[in-house]
């Protein structure tokens, strides 16, 4: 049989190949076809295409069944020219399908991806980007027999260029045309919509687990559906996908850390739309206890997977989503409410300490807010204190300063303890007693921060500290000044409170920004005594940091051999040539998806132009998000050898701090903090960031920590570096606040 292909179209209708004519490829071509288009179903189902061709295919919709007629074929009987395709087959089928579409699609053809899942690049393999066209698609309905569909109800349908690119004009053509099914709309956010659907498609999977309609699974197990839906939007916020609401489902109030009051609306909202729709159980059910086949959504997920795991986030409840629909492929006897209600317990968050009422965060709150002239005073006191990373006798008297300036805001401590280290700065410790805590664990929080800044020796004779209403900017206020302060301010807000805080250790090193070489061992060795440590670091666009890539400082040396480059050319074996080969291989060793990073930022090597040279060396920065990465770009490393043989490569360096994955101990610290701005009316996010910290350091030894909750503005490391004035109250509040939980 022989597609209508470009070379043949309708005069009015473009015509369309949809491949894989089961509930979404047969609803749509029913629809076109019915509004005149030229239709050619293509399935693997022998019967299905039969009944096609004998009946037309047919729409039941309630009692009444309507049919048009369509071409219908099965895959090995095509012959043809394909135009624009619709593929809806199921997302393990894809590589199959789209390898029988691509040498029959047409150079001016398309493949529109009408499936669940994450499809669109491994279409792109195969016929290339610029004939690939995203979609999200989200029809209610089913295949009830051979050659007919049941309708049902309402849904969406989305099309889009790939990788956000604007609308063009063959996405407006795609969408007139199927808006004879309905609401199809154009948009260059597709993958917004992709997400927020792999959240709705997480909880009607959990609802395959047992027997039940749809609606009253997920109005019975929030606590469980909350949980999924977080686990897959804690990794599209991680890789900054902007969700878009669709039908009766909004993902926002779904996300981590969202308002439980929205969450419970947008609940009552998407059960109550189920309820009105003719198919109240999901296909994935419908595929397990009916059509007795394996599921796909075990395939949808596999992308999911690979991101959390890179970023270093938890997904049990989605794995335990999983395996359960693969344990009930071929017994779906085994059905039971019982595998939700196990969903719920998981789902159920585990958070440290207890969360302190509204009128206390309220109470902390005001009155740090009263004292806000005061904390701005310390600030700009400190920050004239320089205390530049390479100038030991500046870091010392900074030192000094902070050991008078701590006594007076916070009387003396129960124990101190000085670290002397040599040519960087010393390490302070102070330890402060518990004070009418009850804490279920009674080790001490640690609050670690660095003195040192980048700014050298003088930076302040030009640049002082300055004060503009609200913004305040100056050497070291962001990177982390005010990350101090306000950490020493929170203890305060809490005794003049009389309220209750855990045991504290501050911990304050010298070398921080120079990569912690002398003070590393040490932070590890007083965390491993610690609860949790809240590393007062800068925030991330004000976010909470919980997940940093590890970092790798090597050097590539490569020793040549030296000659006249005029008079003996071929005597010579230039180290500079063979680190030119080097340099292309690691660059190789880069994986943005894995987020992996590589930079040969300095070279240097030979003696003069006419000299072959002799030696020559490039410096290498790293950065990895996993430690699978970062064990894969050591053994590479390792494995580096010279293309000219006559020459030597050695590598240098090691890493300089691990990776910092967040653990499910830091996810739910983050959730105590997350839920301790809420009381403070803040709507606290959490990010994954390249650059290290010493905290770093501490989720490597084993300890959770919160890190970034220290200044909110921008500009580390540079002239622009500010905080703001509103941003110190906020922030030590939340400090506070969390040590109130904590005791």
């Known amino acids: 049989m022989t597609d209508p292909s470009p070379q043949d179209p309708s005069p009015q209708r473009a015509a369309y ?13 029913f629809a076109l076809a019915r509004a005149g288009h030229p239709v050619t179903v293509v ?25 048009v007629p369509v071409a219908a074929t099965t895959p090995d009987e095509f012959d043809g020219t394909l135009g624009r395709v619709l593929l809806a087959v199921k997302a393990h089928a894809t590589e199959t399908a789209i390898a029988w579409i691509a040498p029959r699609l047409a150079p001016d053809g398309c493949v529109v991806s009408l499936q669940n899942g994450f499809n669109e690049d491994l279409i792109a393999r195969h016929v290339g980007a610029e004939r690939t066209v995203a979609a999200f698609v989200n029809i209610f309905a089913d295949v009830i027999e051979p050659g007919v569909i049941l309708d049902g109800g309402a849904g969406a349908l989305v099309v889009g260029e790939p990788d956000g690119a604007p609308v063009s004009a063959r996405v407006r053509s795609l969408v007139s045309d199927l808006r004879s099914w309905g609401p199809a709309v154009a948009s260059d956010n597709v993958e917004g919509y992709l997400w927020a659907k792999a959240g709705f498609g997480a909880m009607l999977a959990a609802t395959a687990l047992a027997d039940a309609p749809m609606a009253d699974l997920i109005d019975r197990h929030r606590t469980a559906m909350a949980g999924l839906t977080g686990e897959v939007f804690a990794v599209s916020d991680r890789l900054g996908v902007t969700l878009e609401a669709f039908d009766a489902f909004d993902p926002r109030p779904l996300r981590p850390g969202a308002d439980p009051v929205e969450r419970e609306a947008a609940f009552d909202r998407l059960t109550s ?13 419908r595929d397990l206890a009916v059509r007795r086949r394996p599921v796909e959504a075990t395939t949808h997920y596999t992308g999911v997977f690979g991101h959390a795991a890179r970023e270093g986030l938890p997904t049990t409840l989605l794995r335990t989503v999983m395996d359960g629909l693969l344990e009930l492929e071929g017994a779906p006897d085994r059905m039971s409410e019982a595998r939700l209600e196990e969903l719920d317990r998981l789902a159920e968050p585990v958070i440290p300490g207890r969360l302190p009422g509204a009128d206390q965060a309220e109470a902390v709150r005001g009155w740090l807010d ?9 600030l700009a006191a400190y920050t004239s204190r320089g205390s530049a990373g390479d100038d030991p006798a500046e870091l010392d008297a900074c030192l000094g300063w902070l050991r008078g300036w ?18 960087v700065g010393d390490i302070l410790v102070r330890r402060y007693p518990a004070r009418d805590a009850t804490p ?16 050298p020796t003088g930076t302040l004779d030009d640049w002082p500290f300055l004060r503009e209403g609200d913004h305040i900017s100056g050497p070291g206020v962001f ?9 020493v301010w929170a203890l305060r807000a809490l005794d003049a409170l009389g309220l209750p805080r855990p045991a504290c250790t501050l911990m304050l090193n010298g070398d921080e920004e120079t990569g912690s070489l002398g003070s590393h061992e040490a932070v590890v060795e007083e965390s491993r005594g610690s609860r949790l440590a809240l590393v007062f670091e800068a925030a991330a666009d004000g976010a909470i940091k919980t997940a940093r890539k590890g970092v790798g400082l090597f050097t590539v040396t490569v020793t040549g051999k030296e000659a006249h480059a005029g008079l003996d050319p071929a005597a010579g074996a230039s180290a500079v040539e063979e680190l030119a080969h080097q340099i292309l291989r690691l660059a190789r060793l880069r994986d943005v998806e894995a987020g992996t990073s590589l930079n040969v930022g300095v070279v240097e090597g030979g003696t003069r132009s006419n000299v072959t040279a002799g030696r020559a060396v490039g410096r290498i920065d790293v950065r990895v998000a996993s430690a699978a990465e970062q064990e894969r770009v050591t053994e590479a490393l390792a494995a580096l050898r010279p293309v000219d043989p006559r020459t030597r490569v050695e590598i240098g360096g090691d890493w300089n701090r691990p990776v910092f994955e967040r653990t499910e101990q830091v996810a739910a610290y983050a959730e105590l903090a997350i839920r301790c701005a809420a009381l403070l009316g803040e709507d606290l996010r959490e990010t994954s960031v390249g650059g290290a910290s010493d905290g770093n350091f501490v989720v490597a030894a084993g300890t959770p920590v919160l890190d970034g909750i220290g200044a909110v503005g921008s500009g580390a ?7 703001s004035v509103s941003g110190m109250v906020a922030r030590s509040a939340l400090a506070a606040t969390v040590l109130l939980a904590l005791a």
């Open 370 to 378: 009263g004292h806000r002239e005061e904390m701005v005073a310390d």
């Open 43 to 67: 399935d693997t189902d022998p019967a299905h295409v039969a009944a096609i061709r004998t009946a037309g295919l047919v729409v039941q919709h309630g009692d009444t069944r309507t049919g």
């Open 717 to 723: 490391h540079a002239r622009s570096e500010n905080t």
């Open 479 to 487: 990177d982390m000044k005010a990350g101090l302060v306000q950490a």
């Open 440 to 455: 279920e664990d009674t080790r001490p929080v640690l609050l670690l921060g660095h003195y040192d800044t980048v700014w």
């Open 406 to 423: 701590l006594d007076r805001r916070l009387g003396a401590p129960d124990a101190e303890e000085i670290l002397p280290r040599a040519d």
């Open 17 to 29: 190949t949809v491949v894989g004519g089961g509930a979404i490829g047969g609803t749509l071509a």
């Open 273 to 285: 739309w189920l309820r009105t729709q003719t198919k109240d159980r999901s296909g994935i059910w």
